[in-house]
């Protein structure tokens, strides 16, 4: 399967996200959501909360926690 340019993009701004959330808690960044759940995430862009959960490594805590603002750049443009 490749990997679209617009998919490679997004995906280094969830990289990026999940760092400055990851410094922001004082953890590493594989903790936030591993590397797997920020390739799903920029393949599928899911659209909407319950698409969002079923994203490999978003459990009920991860999307309560993270969902907001990792949706919020997958909508970015």
């Given at each position: 399967m490749?990997?679209?340019?617009?998919?490679?993009?997004l995906f280094l701004?969830?990289?990026?996200?999940r760092k400055a959330i990851a410094d922001r808690n004082g953890v590493p960044p594989y903790v936030i959501f591993?590397?797997?759940s920020l390739h799903e995430?920029?393949?599928a862009r899911p659209g909407d909360r319950e698409n969002?959960?079923?994203i490999?490594?978003?459990g009920e805590y991860k999307l309560e926690k993270y969902e907001?603002?990792?949706m919020e750049e997958i909508r970015k443009r």
């Open positions: 490749s990997v679209s340019a617009e998919d490679t993009a701004r969830l990289k990026s996200l591993p590397e797997k995430l920029a393949c969002f959960s079923l490999y490594g978003v907001p603002e990792f």
